[in-house]
């Protein structure tokens, strides 16, 4: 959840910046906060897969697997294999 927030805010905040550059004299925040709103949402939904993924790897680069994890795993697939 921590990598997912963290790109879906810095998207967040650099859509804001560049749509409010583009429209500066006359800012429509009703607009901008309608399609931001959808979009951030459909944003974190769609990436959250990858963003789940790579915390994953993170943490198991951070905590190895310990050989009673390896074991448990392996009777595991044994037991479920077809």
């Excluded at 399609?35 to 944003?43: D, F, G, N, Q």
């Excluded at 790579?54 to 037991?79: H, K």
């Amino acid at each position: 959840m921590t990598i997912a927030l963290v790109v879906n805010i810095c998207w967040l905040v650099a859509a804001s910046g560049i749509a409010i550059g583009f429209t500066v004299p006359d800012v429509p925040v009703l607009t901008l906060f309608v399609v931001l709103a959808t979009a951030e949402v459909l944003v974190a939904v769609l990436t959250w897969p990858i963003t789940h993924t790579v915390w994953m790897a993170i943490d198991l680069r951070v905590r190895p697997m310990g050989f009673a994890e390896i074991d448990e795993a392996e009777a595991w697939l044994n037991t479920s294999a077809p």
